[in-house]
């Protein structure tokens, strides 16, 4: 069992395996909806980009390649951000985090209503944003770990996940019709202003859990020794699996909110208010999918399933994926794009949810906010990848060439992570190599594998 040796000054010990009890469960949903809510904001600041993509690269008169830059520019110190501040959550609280990082997503938004505003305003903006916005899904899945044991995780890591599908659904119709009723420029106004909103509501109503994290709380990860090293959590085949898995759903994704409008109106030929409607679509469809895998994973895991059962058939369902990215991007028929868009191709999100509980069961709390941030790291080089890649593919003559080889390459990308992540993520025989405790029986009173 993991020992929690308190200093005086904090207060009464956490229960002795570092979970919050039943009591707990209901100012923890309350943290996780508004968590949710951090991360809608989260996603819509990342839409806005894509959605006013076609009119702001008219008006602004920049290229494809200048528009990739600007997109990649958004991720320039997102990965080191995120690897940054989640080392911070050892000393600081992950309420003051949150807080501060989305006052800085409005600091770097509205400066675009002005307009004087360029290529370059651009450019210097979405580094902040992006530097703001690389620790959050870390830190906020850090804070609300402090909510939740182990096993009662997989619910609310998905309800959290769907921050990124329906940040995106919400997000698409109500920026187009500011965007085309307004001009692009209110569309990152209106997201800016949102953060200031989300900010204002968590600085009267969030906090942490009652799982010490940090402070003068010792912890100790097993029965008879410290917490592993990093670098030994960091080795593990589950880290390794889990990280590149992540990568790949995270360029799918970034590859789509960057480019998904501009390819549905330059190549299929929709209209802006369609090609809004089949981005709201998208992101409905995701959100069902993560929602499915939360409800489903966390009831197999309630009745003695493994997170490596879990892993095996999300990777599946990644090479599924996979394989339907590919048709899409070599299909001319448009209607079968769209049902192939909305629907298998979205299997590939799984692979992020998956990622942040199979990461923290091999992670003592102590050392969960940096090793999820370390994930982060890894995954959120797609984000500057992925634009830069795509922006160089369809720049020129060859549009709608370029943008079937971007979208081949993430199919390749997403089967490849999937096969992975069937064959490498075992959670609970790494955990038992790096000497963390096992997860307490199930109610049934079966002990997990």
């Not at 009890?21 to 996780?32: H, L």
């Not at 839409?47 to 200048?66: E, F, R, S, W, Y």
């Not at 001009?183 to 953060?195: H, P, S, T, Y």
């Not at 058939?313 to 070599?330: C, Q």
Request: hydrophobic share 50%; net charge positive; aromatic share 6%.
């Amino acid at each position: 069992m993991t020992t929690v040796t308190p200093d005086a000054a904090d207060g009464p010990a956490a229960p002795a395996d570092g979970a919050p009890d039943r009591a707990g469960r209901a100012p923890g949903w309350r943290a996780t909806w508004l968590l949710l809510a951090f991360m809608l904001v989260n996603f819509a600041d990342k839409t806005v980009l894509g959605l006013a993509a076609t009119p702001m690269m008219h008006d602004l008169g920049i290229t494809h390649a200048q528009y990739g830059r600007a997109a990649a520019a958004f991720f320039a110190l997102f990965s080191l951000a995120a690897l940054g501040v989640s080392a911070l959550t050892r000393r600081i609280s992950t309420t003051t985090l949150l807080l501060v990082l989305a006052l800085l997503w409005s600091a770097a938004q509205l400066p675009m209503l002005l307009g004087a505003a360029g290529l370059g305003t651009l450019l210097v903006t979405r580094v902040l944003l992006g530097a703001a916005e690389g620790p959050a899904f870390p830190v906020a899945t850090h804070s609300l770990y402090t909510w939740f044991p182990d096993r009662e995780r997989s619910l609310p890591t998905a309800v959290l996940g769907l921050g990124s599908a329906a940040g995106v659904a919400l997000a698409a119709p109500l920026l187009t019709a500011v965007i085309n009723g307004a001009g692009w420029r209110w569309g990152f106004g209106a997201v800016g202003l949102a953060g200031l909103v989300w900010a204002l509501v968590w600085r009267r109503l969030g906090r942490e859990g009652p799982e010490p994290i940090r402070g003068g709380t010792v912890l100790r990860a097993t029965s008879d020794g410290p917490e592993p090293p990093l670098r030994r959590i960091l080795l593990t085949g589950t880290w390794i699996a889990c990280a590149l898995g992540a990568f790949a759903s995270y360029w799918a994704t970034v590859s789509s909110l960057t480019w998904g409008a501009d390819y549905l109106r330059t190549v299929t030929g929709l209209t802006a208010t369609q090609a809004g409607l089949v981005t709201m679509g998208t992101g409905l469809s995701s959100a069902l999918v993560i929602t499915a895998f939360g409800m489903l994973s966390q009831r197999t895991r309630r009745r003695g399933g493994t997170l490596t059962g879990v892993a095996r058939w999300t990777g599946l369902a990644a090479v599924v994926a996979g394989g339907a990215s590919a048709v899409f991007a070599v299909t001319g028929s448009v209607p079968l794009k769209l049902v192939l868009l909305i629907g298998p191709c979205v299997l590939s999100t799984m692979l992020l949810i998956l990622a942040q509980t199979a990461v923290a069961r091999i992670t003592p709390p102590g050392r969960r906010g940096v090793v999820l941030g370390a994930t982060a790291f890894v995954y959120s080089l797609a984000g500057v990848l992925s634009p830069l890649v795509v922006g160089s593919l369809t720049t020129g003559s060859h549009l709608a060439a370029g943008y079937r080889e971007g979208y081949l390459l993430s199919a390749a990308m997403v089967g490849a992570a999937g096969l992975l992540v069937t064959l490498l993520v075992r959670p609970e025989r790494d955990a038992a190599r790096l000497g963390l405790p096992p997860e307490p029986p199930t109610a049934a009173g079966h002990p997990a594998a």
